[in-house]
């Protein structure tokens, strides 16, 4: 095959994927209109539309749709070749994409990410922050994080950090102007900061358990986030209660800036996982990284 065909194939796949010229321009490391002017040529030597493009998407045709069955598990197999050659020199090298929580980045990979990529200097690490249940097959990530209880029969998990406390916390300003909630019920009369699930577009539920008994309360509040960090900020600057992590939480407890509250009440998940698909081919890039960041109970 002519080069210029296989970089047409290959710029063709990557937009199908990302069903944005944008993003497979980002991807591939060229501008949106040179990948605009690839395609078009392509589509014109094959007389033929593979792209159907609107103002806010792009998606495949027929056509389209076709040529990505045919020639998809072509250039997975390359990548795969690519990836074993790799395993032959001193070290694995390459890219490792994960999806993970606002919070994940902090509490997992934070403190360990400097030793691993000073052991390993020719493995790239690309960390996206989306808090919803991304796809990580469609979005060709190697791997998500969630808390363990999230994950699907049907994918590997790795598990990656210890349990996960959770607690509210507001500043000492704000408890003296509206005093402290004794019980998860009396949170209906506090100005609570919630957070927006991505997925879904809902509120999320505080969840409490006591006593064995586990139930979710609606906070109400006059701001909504779509991330812990920013709804920690708001709690230091005494807009409201947050509900966060304990480990994210703790400095702040420790040095006076925050207080706890219902702490009998707030529950404990499990920790952190890496999970993939079953059936993916793991890069030797990929397996150091979830090796070295394979949690070891103490």
């Known amino acids: 095959m002519p080069r210029d065909e296989f970089s047409e194939m290959r710029a063709f796949l990557e937009v199908a994927r990302q069903r944005s010229f944008t993003r497979a321009a980002a991807k591939l490391g060229v501008t949106r209109s040179a990948l605009s002017h690839t395609i078009r040529a392509m589509e014109e030597r094959l007389g033929v ?42 070290k694995p090298s390459g890219q490792v994409r994960i999806v993970c929580p606002d919070d994940a980045v902090n509490l997992v990979f934070r403190p ?47 598990r990656i950090g210890p349990d996960v406390g959770y607690c509210v916390v507001g500043s000492p300003d704000y408890f003296a102007r509206r005093g402290a909630p004794k019980s998860p019920q009396d949170l209906t009369d506090h100005n609570c900061i919630n957070l927006r699930l ?47 992590p304990k480990d994210l939480v703790q400095p702040y407890v ?34 150091a990284f979830a090796a070295a960041f394979r949690y070891q109970s103490r």
Request: glycine content about 8%.
């Open 198 to 244: 991505p997925s879904s577009g809902a509120l999320y539920a505080w969840e409490f358990r006591k006593n064995g008994r586990e139930f979710s309360v609606r906070v109400d509040g006059q701001l909504t986030l779509n991330n812990i960090a920013p709804a920690l900020d708001a709690a230091l600057d005494g807009i409201g209660l947050a509900y966060a």
């Open 49 to 90: 539309r593979l792209l159907s493009r609107t103002t806010r998407d792009v998606a495949t045709t027929a056509a389209g749709e076709r040529l990505v069955e045919s020639i998809e598990p072509h250039f997975e197999s390359i990548a795969a070749g690519i990836s074993a050659i790799s395993a032959l020199r001193g």
């Open 112 to 158: 360990r990410l400097p030793a691993f990529l000073r052991d390993y200097p020719d493995i790239n690490v690309e960390l996206i922050v989306d808090n919803g249940f991304t796809n990580i097959v469609e979005r060709q990530f190697d791997a998500g994080v969630r808390l363990g209880e999230a994950i699907a029969r049907d994918m590997v998990a790795v």
């Open 254 to 287: 420790e040095s006076g800036r925050l207080e706890e509250v219902l702490a009998d009440w707030c529950p404990t998940s499990q920790g952190y996982h890496l999970y993939y698909p079953s059936r993916r081919n793991q890069s030797p890039a990929f397996a």
